[in-house]
């Protein structure tokens, strides 16, 4: 069973924010990218956005584990897990 977490959208945008911190990983938050590396929500990754690299980190991770949600840079995007790479 899955714990709920009160969040305001203003603490989904402050990653040093100590409530992001209390969220429980689950196994089904865990992925492979096509490396074979494992990928979780709150994962440091880099990812290529328009033609710049950054390290981001991982919101969520959807679309039969195809596609990766990134917060970096203050931007939110979404990437093929391809194009994700473990920090």
């Excluded at 096509?34 to 950054?54: A, T």
């Amino acid at each position: 069973m899955q714990e709920i977490v009160n969040m305001s959208l203003f603490d989904l945008f402050d990653l040093d924010n100590e409530s992001i911190e209390e969220i429980k990983l689950n196994l089904e938050d865990i992925k492979e990218n096509e490396d074979n590396e494992k990928l979780k929500v709150k994962d440091e990754v880099y990812i290529e956005y328009k033609g710049k690299s950054y390290l981001g980190i991982i919101h969520s991770i959807y679309n039969n584990d195809e596609t990766v949600n990134v917060i970096f840079d203050c931007k939110h995007s979404a990437f093929h897990k391809s194009k994700v790479k473990k920090a």
